[in-house]
């Protein structure tokens, strides 16, 4: 089993910025990816950012040129800076980890979910 903890998530007013963080913990494995996604209410849970283990990135369009991905793979840890943060932005946000133990079973996890509320 893995665990993901997230940390970070806040009220902040638009324009200013908020860090979240991610740290996978349990058995020996290796992360594949790792990411995070975020579900605002009554809408579908989407991407905002993606690592590979290997340092390719993807991010939703809406947050290009704002957010930042960076991943620690020795700790096992992915983290999200966010930028010139809108409204528009608030959400819960959850880490996502896709995971490969030893016997090459991969599988998927999430985190508890870390709200972020941009409001003034």
């Known amino acids: 089993q893995v665990q993901l903890v997230e940390s970070g998530g806040g009220l902040v007013q638009p324009g200013e910025s908020l860090r979240l963080a991610c740290a996978a913990s349990g058995a020996r494995f290796n992360v594949n990816g790792m990411g995070w996604y975020r579900q605002a209410p009554g809408e579908q849970r989407d991407l905002v950012a993606w690592m590979t283990s290997g340092g390719n990135t993807n991010y939703a369009d809406s947050v290009k040129g704002r957010f930042t991905i960076s991943r620690d793979n020795a700790k096992n840890m992915v983290s999200l800076q966010m930028n010139s943060l809108k409204a528009e932005d608030t959400a819960v946000y959850y880490c996502?980890?896709?995971?490969?133990?030893?016997?090459?079973?991969?599988?998927?996890?999430w985190g508890q979910g870390t709200q972020v509320t941009v409001s003034s």
């Open positions: 996502h980890a896709v995971v490969r133990f030893e016997n090459l079973t991969i599988r998927n996890y």
